[in-house]
């Protein structure tokens, strides 16, 4: 059957779409995972350590995500690997607002079924590869692959779609979701900025200000979100801080 656009503006109950992509080809490369809410067009993505429940954060973070929208009830909409059911599954039993989750899988094999989201994958997948380009000039060096600074970099990608990315409305996805536009200024991916871990000092005290790489913005609360220890050659050694 054709696969013809549908007109979803009357649905009931509002839907997430969400896939597995991979940045390179070879075997073994590193799993990734986008979901994308259908009405208000906000994304998340993250790096795997592995597909399904085993992976803890991805698990937590869809939750989160699901939270963040604010549904009571939604659709979760995947194709039929199973390890991607049985984390939908697990990150809609783990979300505090969420009452009702319908679990909807697109035929076996027909891939273009979730077309939504495969949408979502060709627009996170050139965003990161731009973000860690310029990362990576920036810094003037290759960071390998598993350096915990690129772990961060699909998270950056959603975000940086979510806040200024303008649809046909003249809104971006967190306008559609908040009523409001981000005005917040945000420093390149990496960029060398100083900030004062939460807690640390009272409001105002400089002395307490530390040199960190930005890494973005929590979704709630604003929050910038930094490394304060970084070395581009090693893998670990990295210390995250809030401030």
Not at 86 to 111: C, F, M, N, Y
Request: proline letters at 4%; one cysteine or more.
């Amino acid at each position: 059957m054709q696969h013809r656009r549908i007109d979803h503006s009357e649905d009931l109950v509002d839907t997430v779409t969400m896939d597995y992509y991979y940045m390179g080809e070879e075997d073994g490369a590193k799993p990734y995972l986008v979901a994308q809410d259908r009405r208000t067009g906000m994304m998340m993505s993250t790096s795997l350590r592995e597909k399904g429940v085993a992976d803890l954060t991805a698990t937590k973070l869809l939750a989160k995500f699901l939270d963040v929208l604010g549904y009571r009830e939604v659709v979760l909409k995947s194709d039929g690997e199973r390890a991607l059911i049985a984390l939908k599954r697990a990150a809609a039993q783990q979300s505090k607002g969420l009452v009702r989750a319908i679990h909807e899988e697109s035929p076996k094999g027909d891939s273009k079924a979730n077309g939504e989201a495969e949408q979502a994958v060709r627009e996170i997948k050139w965003r990161v590869r731009a973000i860690t380009m310029m990362l990576e000039k920036k810094l003037n060096i290759k960071l390998p692959e598993g350096h915990p600074l690129l772990t961060w970099v699909p998270r950056y990608a959603a975000e940086q779609s979510n806040r200024f990315k303008i649809g046909h409305d003249g809104r971006t996805p967190e306008e559609r979701r908040t009523g409001k536009r981000w005005l917040k200024p945000m420093p390149l991916f990496g960029e060398r900025i100083m900030v004062k871990p939460v807690g640390q000092g009272r409001k105002g005290d400089l002395s307490k200000m530390k040199s960190g790489r930005f890494l973005g913005c929590h979704n709630r609360f604003g929050s910038v979100l930094a490394i304060t220890t970084f070395c581009p050659r090693r893998r670990s050694g990295f210390n995250l801080k809030m401030a």
